[in-house]
């Protein structure tokens, strides 16, 4: 019988480890450039960046209603990115000073010249500086003024 004790001693204490050590293991965070839309209406997002073959613009991420969504997926690889939102319902938009262009209908854009001439749209992005952070997360609220979104960095792990 005290076999059979210690070996139940031991399936338990086993469980116990193997229990915890998965409850208490860190989780690997995700790297990535993510927009949270903290109002109650769908938001249309575009994204500039500085890739290797120069300036690209796309969109449109529909984001909608107190949700995110994942723009960038992976560790950032350029240090400034660039965002113009529009609220599809109000009107409202959130942008900056950093002219480039955009289209109506979904679109991947190469260049941020000439946006008339070829036959797209200008619009005002906000420029976000990530330094060396490889993930970044923007939050678009109704509180603030629509020109400064709250902007929440994630250090890297």
């Known amino acids: 019988m005290s076999i ?20 208490f293991t860190p989780t ?16 249309g997002v575009a994204l500039g960046y500085r890739a290797k073959t120069g300036w690209i613009t796309e969109g ?7 949700s995110c969504t994942t723009l960038v997926v992976g560790p ?9 939102a529009e609220d599809a319902q109000s ?7 950093i002219n480039m262009c955009v289209a109506e209908n979904q679109f991947k854009i190469t260049g941020i010249n000439d946006c008339f001439a070829r036959g797209f749209q200008r619009s005002g992005f906000q420029e976000y500086d990530t330094g060396e952070q490889t993930s970044w997360m923007v939050q ?11 902007v929440t960095d994630t250090p890297p792990q």
């Open 140 to 150: 678009l609220t109704e509180e603030n003024p629509p020109s400064s979104p709250i």
């Open 28 to 43: 690997k965070a995700h790297a990535d450039f993510r927009v949270c839309n903290s109002t109650q209406n769908l938001v």
């Open 91 to 97: 009107g409202g938009r959130w942008d900056g000073k």
């Open 4 to 23: 059979k004790l210690r070996w139940g001693s031991f399936l338990a204490a086993f469980l116990f480890i193997f229990i915890a050590g998965s409850v």
């Open 60 to 66: 449109w991420w529909h984001v909608n209603a107190s």
């Open 76 to 84: 950032l690889t350029s240090r400034y990115y660039y965002l113009y």
